[in-house]
């Protein structure tokens, strides 16, 4: 008791702390701990600015009677003043653009098309078309496709919160097989380095051709990749452009050429819609675009008729020829078919080098006719009979001949008969664009066309009349998967 | 008087009263006036619009402003929601975390603005299967101007705000300020890039420790336990923080589209640009 009395100040202190002491080592343990608390620096992010536009040279090559049709018969997924910028392109180097709504067919706008550009479709091609665009490719047509993630018609049902899916690549893909092009369905991303959204890609990486001569940067605004078996490889995606099928990239390819140069592919065609055409190098590659277009060298063939001249035509009677009413009637419809071709047709018999030339004459050795016959090989040694190359030997009587001749100056139709009366004949059917009783192989034709009934007796291994060649359409191209690279 | 066999007298009962008893009891008393610490429970499980935010907000200010709350949880269960809440909601976490710390606690989602919140709190817990991550902007861009006749206007982007073009770039600034959030927020901890970050992956639980998203997997009580270590408390209680700071919702009806049929969309109403993650449609060809 002692000791409580001479400590009772202290004990007194020592019980009165004592329970808050207690309860608050029970409930804390010591000062919170405080982590270092870092904020964004908001003010520094600024919108990110796309390239200086490269202006594209000022000087065109100008074309003449070249003519560009634009697909508008697969609904395709673009209307036409989005790419005016293109088309501004194509008519500046005097090119005429038509769009193809389905009338007339795709085989006669094939027939005289320089390069026939599809955007983006949503329905399929017919296989006679995709037929119809080999051959015409196969004769130095171009064919430009442009392929668009952006345009693979996603669209939301507001109703029922489902989503439409109709990638345009699986409309196209059939279209490119025959030329060993495949595009992906997939669309290109990069996080590293973009043009203000992960999917508008930089490219920098060139496939040498004069496509991307000269070529720094692009941009392409959502863009599929590509494969090709053959082809040019013309624009590459960089080691962290990436594709969205399998995360994995490196040399990915978003436009190309095809094997045999006359097929040109984009996985993209943003680049030529205001305001992305007037990015860094994109201006520039649109004109390349548009020189490639009309560039071609579409030969035609007799079959084409009347698409098969280039300018101005001049009729060149030869020989003792007399241009009477039978045949002056006949010539009538042979100038509107030519002039519905935009093309003119004059009579001259002494024309200047620059126009295309339609030979009238009689089936003779003729000094003034010889200089249009020399190309083809004829025989006519024989008065009763006539040989072709390709066709053998043929009796004159009442027989016709169409020879046809383009090069890059000029193109020459030669139309021959055996007698001059027989010629109106021969001229009434290639106006009305009936050649059933021809037989045509390319660039000559053999018909009967008068009373004589011309017999043929050669050994020809291939005669081919009326229309091109439509072989059966089987893919040659099937695009092969890379396998992807795992994320870590 | 006896007690036992001690013999004690009325003076030494009354000292041992006045200064044993008394301070006790004293000491108790004011022992009592000790608060229990509180680890303060803020839940998040709706999207993020103003409404939501001002709730939130509400707790947060409670928080920061009273003594007995010695961390706070954050509980998320939300896609995300508007950019402008969402940050509103991260700075003043921020403010709160530079005097008490604050957990995030997953619960089935924490996607894109609600990962931007966790990625401002000083540890993250999840379910393994929690949905986490996102990161990164959507929007809805608007049409291109045009002239109407009934609706007029001062200025071309006066009725459309600003070109199409400038709303994905402002898109990709958006993004590059969540991207800064995620990393200061995680620091050392975020095991992957940006190439694999902003792909706006969305990742389980399990994935989201594994790259570095969140500090481990665990349950609410896990993470309050986790508040309280890092406040140095034990023995709390847990308080959800919308009875004392009396945060109320106020319904955001319209956040996501509702069709006609009273159908709700899981993408929202008003365009314009979102840290909101929504779960893919049904795609038919």
């Not at chain 1, 202290?10 to 405080?34: E, K, N, T």
């Not at chain 1, 345009?151 to 893909?173: A, C, E």
């Not at chain 2, 861009?141 to 109407?148: C, E, M, S, T």
Request: proline share 7%.
């Amino acid at each position: 008791m002692e000791i409580l009395k001479r400590n009772r100040y202290w004990i007194a202190m020592v019980v009165l702390i004592l329970p808050a002491l207690l309860r608050g080592v029970w409930f804390y343990h010591g000062l919170p701990s405080h982590s270092k608390v870092e904020q964004p620096d908001y003010a520094a992010n600024v919108l990110p600015q796309p390239p200086v536009s490269t202006p594209a040279p000022e000087n065109v090559t100008l074309t003449s009677g070249k003519v560009v049709v634009l697909d508008d018969n697969h609904s395709n997924q673009f209307v036409p003043s989005e790419v005016e910028n293109f088309i501004s392109e194509l008519t500046k180097r005097g090119a005429r653009v038509e769009v193809d709504t389905g009338d007339p067919s795709l085989f006669t706008r094939l027939r005289y098309a320089s390069a026939y550009l599809i955007f983006s479709p949503s329905t399929y091609f017919s296989a006679e078309e995709v037929n119809q665009l080999k051959a015409f490719v196969s004769q130095g047509g171009r064919l430009i496709v442009f392929a668009d993630p952006t345009r693979g018609l996603t669209s939301i049902d507001y109703s029922t919160g489902s989503t439409y899916s109709k990638p345009d690549v699986d409309y196209l893909n059939p279209v490119l097989a025959p030329y060993g092009v495949a595009v992906n369905k997939d669309y290109l991303y990069n996080l590293d380095k973009h043009e203000g959204n992960f999917r508008n890609i930089f490219f920098t990486q060139f496939g040498r051709h004069a496509l991307t001569d000269g070529l720094s940067q692009v941009v392409f605004y959502g863009a599929h990749s590509m494969q090709t078996e053959g082809g040019t490889p013309l624009i590459l995606g960089d080691a962290k452009t990436l594709s969205s099928n399998t995360d994995a990239g490196g040399g990915l390819v978003a436009a190309a050429l095809s094997g045999n140069g006359n097929v040109l592919v984009f996985g993209d065609f943003s680049f030529l819609v205001p305001p992305y055409n007037t990015v860094a190098d994109n201006n520039l590659l649109i004109g390349r675009i548009a020189d490639f277009a009309l560039s071609g060298s579409h030969t035609h063939v007799i079959a084409d008729f009347p698409y098969v001249f280039d300018r101005t035509v001049s009729v060149v009677p030869t020989g003792k020829l007399q241009l009477g009413t039978d045949i002056l009637g006949s010539l009538a419809s042979l100038q509107k078919a030519i002039e519905e071709t935009d093309i003119k047709l004059e009579f001259n018999p002494k024309p200047d080098s620059s126009t295309d030339r339609l030979v009238l004459g009689i089936i003779s050795p003729g000094e003034d006719l010889a200089p249009y016959l020399e190309p083809f090989d004829l025989g006519m040694d024989d008065p009763q009979s006539i040989t072709l190359p390709d066709f053998g030997t043929i009796n004159r009587a009442g027989i016709g001949l169409l020879l046809y001749q383009h090069t890059a100056t000029r193109n020459t139709l030669v139309l021959l008969t055996d007698s001059e009366s027989d010629l109106p004949s021969l001229v009434s059917s290639l106006a009305a664009g009936d050649l059933t009783s021809c037989v045509v192989h390319e660039d000559v034709g053999a018909c009967a066309v008068g009373s004589g009934g011309g017999s043929y007796s050669g050994s020809s291994s291939f005669m081919n009349f009326p229309s091109l060649e439509i072989p059966s359409y089987t893919p040659e191209f099937t695009p092969s998967i890379s396998t992807p690279t795992p994320l870590p | 008087m006896k007690v036992g066999k001690w013999e004690i007298s009325w003076d030494q009962v009354r000292m041992i009263l006045l200064w044993v008893a008394l301070p006790l009891i004293v000491g108790v008393l004011i022992a009592a006036a000790i608060p229990r610490p509180v680890i303060g429970v803020v839940y998040l499980d709706m999207p993020i619009d103003t409404y939501s935010a001002r709730y939130i907000l509400t707790q947060l200010d409670y928080a920061r402003t009273h003594a007995s709350v010695r961390a706070v949880v954050l509980t998320l269960d939300s896609p995300g929601g508007t950019v402008a809440d969402t940050e509103t909601i991260y700075q003043e976490l921020l403010a709160l975390r530079r005097v008490k710390p604050v957990v995030a606690s997953v619960g089935s989602m924490a996607a894109s603005g609600a990962y931007y919140l966790a990625s401002g709190t000083d540890y993250i817990i999840a379910n393994p299967t929690s949905e986490v991550g996102n990161v990164g902007v959507i929007g809805y861009l608007p049409d291109n101007p045009a002239i109407f006749e009934s609706t007029v206007s001062t200025g071309p982007y006066k009725l459309w705000g600003e070109p199409r073009d400038t709303y994905l770039r402002e898109m990709e600034m958006i993004k590059q300020g969540f991207y800064q959030a995620v990393k200061l927020g995680r620091g050392s901890r975020l095991k992957v890039g940006p190439e694999i970050i902003l792909t706006g992956r969305i990742w389980p639980g399990s994935e989201a420790l594994r790259v570095g998203l969140i500090d481990a997997l665990g349950s609410p009580t896990d993470a309050a336990a986790k508040a309280a270590h890092l406040a140095n408390v034990d023995h709390y209680q847990a308080v959800d923080l919308a009875v004392p700071a009396y945060a109320q919702v106020l319904a955001s009806t319209n956040f996501f589209y509702q069709t006609k049929d009273g159908i709700t969309l899981s993408y929202p109403t008003k365009p314009g640009l979102y840290l909101l993650y929504i779960p893919p449609l049904p795609v038919e060809k």
